[in-house]
């Protein structure tokens, strides 16, 4: 059975390549889930693009597993060689947009659900998402889904960790900062300059270093990435306006970041959004117990996922490799598949 499945995951996600999917945009990747549903008497519900179904002897009773990937993607870039559309198998590797990010964890997470859909004597429900809008965090993907699915107790969210385990994951806060002065002629050096306000707290933000260190993800993490001031040579600017990137260790709230950061800059700080915090799940879990008795590695994982917005202990665990993620040419190997839907099945053997 794991054998077939394995060739039906491989064939899904060459027709998933070959459908354009960028974030708010995946109704024909949606079609296609469904229909692996349907082909396998799986009853499924759909919701914005997201698609989802329970195991068919769902206990209330039981704790339930989430298992959760998304089916959208970036835009591709520019270097692009090869058609990113096109499910192209060279040398054993599967090339196209998607394929690695995050194809190859979604349908090895399809194909793991289908293998436990009707059995009868598990100890955990398995509930599966197949989200949208997670590459643009946006509001109808996994976040929208949380009120209509049972309750969850822990999760294993789908992306590329070449099937190492993450148990945790930093959380990021995106700040519109503005750093406030009054106009004046340059030539007489008269007002109060927005930009040198601003390099002030710059600054801070470039020395600053959180006291509480993770010891999975390490410190908080603070970059200025954007600046705008003035509008004319001569003229002192009254206002500077930047954005800071903040990933957040699973050490703090992004609430207590942010006022953390407020109360140390004279700038004005607004967050665009609290909601995005980091995530993790105890060492000693069951489900990671498991994954490291059969020889995966942990690990803090510095990029953002559906994680952040869950508010239950989860794991992120996939085939493929992160830094391939976004890249041009983006591909999988196909082994890469063939592991992950063994290992997952190995993995919650061992707990369910």
């Known amino acids: 059975m794991i054998n077939q499945l394995t060739k039906e995951a491989i064939e899904l996600l060459k027709n998933l390549i070959s459908k354009q999917s960028f974030s708010g945009e995946e109704n024909e990747t949606a079609l296609l889930i469904m229909q692996w549903f349907s082909s396998h008497n799986i009853k499924f519900e759909s919701n914005k693009h997201n698609v989802w179904a ?18 959208d993607t970036v ?37 793991t659900f289908t293998y436990y859909y009707e059995r009868d004597d598990l100890s955990y429900n398995f509930v599966i998402v197949a989200s949208a809008e997670e590459e643009n965090s ?7 889904m949380l009120s209509i699915i049972p309750e969850i107790d822990f999760a294993i969210i789908g992306e590329p960790t070449l099937m190492n385990l993450a148990i945790a994951e930093k959380g990021l806060l995106v700040l519109d900062c503005e750093a406030k002065g009054t106009s004046g002629h340059a030539a007489h050096g ?88 980091s995530s993790s799940i105890p060492k000693n879990h069951p489900i990671v117990e498991a994954g490291i ?4 590695e942990t690990y803090g994982s510095p990029t953002l996922s559906d994680q952040a917005v869950l508010s239950c202990p989860s794991l992120k665990l996939g ?34």
Not at 76 to 104: I, R
Not at 138 to 144: A, C, D, E, K, Q
Not at 293 to 296: A, P, Q, S, Y
Not at 328 to 350: M, Q, S, T, V
């Open 138 to 144: 946006g509001s109808n993907g996994l976040n929208s």
């Open 54 to 71: 329970k195991n068919k002897y769902f206990d209330t009773s039981k704790k339930t597993i989430l298992l959760n990937s998304h089916h």
């Open 319 to 352: 085939p493929g490799q992160s830094l391939r993620s976004h890249t041009a040419d983006e591909f999988i190997y196909l082994y890469e598949i063939e592991e992950g839907i063994d290992l997952y099945i190995k993995i919650l053997n061992e707990i369910v």
């Open 190 to 277: 008269i007002g109060d300059n927005a930009i040198y306000n601003a390099i002030e707290d710059i600054h801070w933000v470039q020395n600053f270093n959180f006291p509480k260190v993770s010891e999975t993800l390490g410190k908080v993490k603070m970059t200025v990435t954007q600046i705008e001031a003035g509008h004319q040579h001569n003229v002192i600017p009254a206002n500077c306006n930047y954005v800071v990137d903040v990933r957040v260790t699973d050490m703090y709230s992004n609430k207590e970041v942010l006022e953390i950061i407020q109360s140390n800059v004279k700038s004005k700080v607004t967050a665009r959004s609290l909601r995005l915090n």
């Open 75 to 111: 835009k591709p870039n520019k270097n692009y060689t090869k058609n990113p559309l096109n499910p192209e198998v060279t040398d054993g590797k599967l090339y196209g947009l998607g394929s690695n990010d995050a194809g190859g964890s979604l349908v090895s997470l399809l194909a």
């Open 293 to 296: 008795k059969l020889g995966r």
